[in-house]
């Protein structure tokens, strides 16, 4: 701070001065360290954030200065703190580690000494959700400490169409935290689709989630959607459309396409939604056939179309198409009808 004296200046009230100035100094100096002391708490309680799928491995990150002979400690904090992992004297005490994570922690060793203190946890569980503490002693007296919270999703793996009539029963299981449903169409209607909704937690804490609705417009295309904090999947299906196979076809062949559609991770043929004929990973994986379809598969298209032969009166029903990419699974219906009459 800066002071300017002006020539006529009454030197008698200089102590006076001296003094405010002492106390405005006082008072900045105690603002100070109320801000500093405030901006300290608020740097060592709060703390990053990992998200980590269920029965995953998950990497809870720290670092610290390096220097010689470091001391690392792992706590979660929670009543009891139980200890996580440690290392000192250049080895792992697991003698001392919580039995919940006795075999599951490993820290990156070669990058100890660059000061990476970070550790590998695997097959994460719910209970492993909370807040840890990492420190690092190290022998010159610094001490380092920080904070992370962990979190654990089980994602939503598949989404699952089923139609009996005009009723459409969409579900999926085995997620974490608890899903949110929706339908929509394709055109977009402007009637409110009215579902059914049920979810329900099992024994291993995960959701399951189950939507029925009724829907009579045979041209409608209908969209189910799950989504978490984490990320969401869908399900398009679309309506059958007929198939005709007479006597005097040899071969049928059944297309696979759907509009707008990403390349496929997976695709599976199945007759009547339960019997699987093909089974495809990725669009240059081999097809498999199941044996009970080696019969009549007699050819399966690069672009996924299924050619028949052999058929019979049995074989009259829906085939169904599922492609399945990162987000959507795309289940593409048609019902094939054999006409009277001895197939060739």
Same mark, same amino acid.
């Given at each position: 701070?800066?002071?300017?004296?002006?020539?006529?200046?009454?030197?008698?009230?200089?102590?006076?001065?001296?003094?405010?100035?002492?106390?405005?100094?006082?008072?900045?100096?105690?603002?100070?360290?109320?801000?500093?002391?405030?901006?300290?708490?608020?740097?060592?309680?709060?703390?990053?954030?990992?998200?980590?799928?269920?029965?995953?491995?998950?990497?809870?990150?720290?670092?610290?200065?390096?220097?010689?002979?470091?001391?690392?400690?792992?706590?979660?904090?929670?009543?009891?703190?139980?200890?996580?992992?440690?290392?000192?004297?250049?080895?792992?005490?697991?003698?001392?580690?919580?039995?919940?994570?006795?075999?599951?922690?490993?820290?990156?060793?070669?990058?100890?000494?660059?000061?990476?203190?970070?550790?590998?946890?695997?097959?994460?569980?719910?209970?492993?959700?909370?807040? !840890?503490?990492?420190?690092?002693?190290?022998?010159?007296?610094? #001490?380092?400490?920080?904070?992370?919270?962990?979190?654990?999703?089980?994602?939503?793996?598949?989404?699952?169409?089923?139609?009996?009539?005009?009723?459409?029963?969409?579900?999926?299981?085995?997620?974490?935290?608890?899903?949110?449903?929706?339908?929509?169409?394709?055109?977009?209607?402007?009637?409110?689709?009215?579902?059914?909704?049920?979810? #329900? #937690?099992?024994?291993?804490?995960?959701?399951?989630?189950?939507?029925?609705? +009724?829907?009579?417009?045979?041209?409608?295309?209908?969209?189910?959607?799950?989504?978490?904090?984490?990320?969401?999947?869908?399900?398009?299906?679309?309506?059958?459309?007929?198939?005709?196979?007479?006597?005097?076809?040899?071969?049928?062949?059944?297309?696979?396409?759907?509009?707008?559609?990403?390349?496929?991770?997976?695709?599976?043929?199945?007759?009547?939604?339960?019997?699987?004929?093909?089974?495809?990973?990725?669009?240059?994986?081999?097809?498999?056939?199941?044996?009970?379809?080696?019969?009549?598969?007699?050819?399966?298209?690069?672009?996924?179309?299924?050619?028949?032969?052999?058929?019979?009166?049995?074989?009259?029903?829906?085939?169904?198409?599922?492609?399945?990419?990162?987000?959507? +699974?795309?289940?593409?219906?048609? !019902?094939?009808?054999?006409?009277?009459?001895?197939?060739?």
């Amino acid at each position: 701070m800066r002071w300017f004296v002006q020539p006529a200046v009454n030197w008698s009230l200089l102590p006076l001065i001296h003094i405010q100035f002492s106390q405005n100094e006082r008072k900045m100096s105690a603002f100070k360290s109320l801000v500093v002391l405030i901006f300290n708490f608020w740097t060592l309680t709060t703390a990053d954030e990992v998200s980590c799928v269920l029965a995953e491995s998950c990497i809870l990150p720290c670092s610290f200065q390096p220097g010689k002979d470091p001391e690392i400690y792992w706590v979660k904090v929670e009543p009891g703190n139980p200890r996580v992992h440690t290392y000192y004297k250049d080895r792992d005490k697991f003698d001392i580690q919580s039995e919940r994570f006795r075999c599951r922690t490993s820290l990156f060793t070669d990058q100890i000494s660059r000061g990476n203190a970070s550790i590998r946890l695997t097959g994460l569980q719910l209970q492993d959700q909370g807040r !840890y503490e990492c420190y690092a002693n190290i022998k010159n007296g610094v #001490k380092e400490e920080s904070f992370i919270n962990l979190r654990a999703d089980a994602p939503v793996r598949h989404v699952d169409i089923e139609q009996v009539e005009d009723s459409f029963t969409c579900r999926s299981e085995g997620i974490y935290p608890e899903p949110q449903l929706t339908w929509s169409t394709r055109p977009p209607s402007i009637l409110i689709l009215q579902n059914q909704t049920s979810v #329900k #937690k099992t024994e291993q804490q995960l959701y399951e989630i189950s939507s029925t609705v +009724t829907l009579s417009d045979r041209d409608t295309v209908l969209i189910c959607s799950i989504s978490t904090r984490s990320g969401w999947r869908s399900s398009v299906w679309y309506q059958p459309t007929p198939v005709h196979v007479s006597p005097s076809e040899t071969t049928t062949t059944i297309h696979c396409t759907a509009p707008n559609t990403k390349p496929p991770t997976h695709r599976v043929w199945k007759f009547n939604h339960s019997q699987i004929i093909v089974d495809q990973t990725g669009v240059d994986g081999p097809p498999r056939v199941s044996e009970q379809w080696r019969q009549q598969v007699e050819d399966v298209s690069a672009s996924g179309s299924l050619t028949l032969h052999h058929l019979s009166s049995d074989h009259q029903g829906t085939f169904t198409c599922e492609l399945s990419s990162e987000e959507e +699974t795309h289940f593409i219906n048609r !019902y094939v009808t054999i006409e009277e009459g001895k197939i060739p």
